[in-house]
């Protein structure tokens, strides 16, 4: 009997080891990746009315002991540069940054893109007529899909008068922004017609650059749909085909961060 369970244990060592060879063997190739965030620096572009990015230096160079240091400090506004908008952001009582489930920091990408209209119209409002027709080529959004709308004006970063329409800074630059952003009723369809995660934008706002009550702010995140502004390289990403993830820095309480969001291609 004790010679019996020593040979199955054997076969079944075998069988383990064989297959986890073949799985390694058949392993796919690793998806190509989109890094879809800028760099903080002292050019990164940030709202009018609050703190831009500063980096300070604390200590650089070699020490006496015979080892290389450096190390620094930093000071920005919540919502700077490329970042995540918590829904707390325009919602009462909706997820900080610390609360968001780690599922919903990730999930299938869809690009929309709308970049002949903000060509033409640096105000442009993104319609559900504009998400249809998406749907109309592409199939409907995917359960907890990760909206993300290229206007094209990432190609205008960082040069806050053309990204932005002003580069005023204070509180008399808010009248002067231009720049495209979702419409309400886009954002109504996404939150109740259909199962979305995240929305995303290559511009400085969810809504556009004129608006005064942020109205689509309030729609998606009554719905817990987080957003993402300041997108990098959406020029890069096809219409549908790959995954993001999107890790903001950890801020208990936090209304939004600074986030780092990739999309990996699907194989």
């Not at 592409?138 to 329409?165: I, K, Q, S």
Request: aromatic share 8%; with cysteine.
């Amino acid at each position: 009997m004790k010679n019996l369970i020593l040979v199955s244990v054997f076969l079944l060592s075998a069988i383990i080891c064989s297959t986890s060879q073949a799985q390694i063997s058949l392993d796919p190739a690793p998806a190509r990746m989109v890094d879809l965030s800028h760099s903080f620096d002292s050019t990164t572009i940030h709202w009018p009315t609050l703190q831009g990015f500063k980096l300070h230096e604390i200590v650089k160079g070699w020490q006496e002991p015979g080892y290389y240091i450096e190390i620094n400090s930093f000071e920005l506004a919540e919502h700077t540069g490329t970042h995540m908008d918590a829904p707390i952001h325009f919602a009462e009582g909706k997820w900080s940054v610390h609360e968001i489930p780690l599922e919903n920091l990730m999930g299938p990408g869809v690009v929309v893109d709308v970049t002949d209209q903000a060509a033409a119209n640096r105000d442009y409002q993104i319609s559900t007529a504009d998400l249809e027709s998406w749907e109309a080529e592409h199939g409907r959004l995917p359960d907890g899909a990760m909206v993300l709308f290229r206007t094209g004006f990432g190609a205008y970063w960082p040069d806050p008068l053309t990204y932005m329409g002003t580069d005023l800074l204070g509180p008399e630059a808010i009248p002067q922004l231009h720049f495209p952003g979702i419409g309400a009723d886009a954002a109504r369809w996404l939150r109740d017609e259909r199962n979305v995660e995240a929305v995303g934008i290559d511009t400085a706002s969810l809504d556009y650059g004129q608006s005064s009550t942020y109205e689509s702010h309030q729609e998606l995140f009554q719905g817990n749909i987080i957003g993402f502004e300041n997108l990098a390289n959406l020029d890069q990403l096809p219409p549908t085909g790959f995954t993001l993830i999107a890790l903001p820095m950890k801020i208990k309480g936090g209304s939004g961060g600074p986030v780092r969001i990739i999309a990996m291609m699907d194989n």
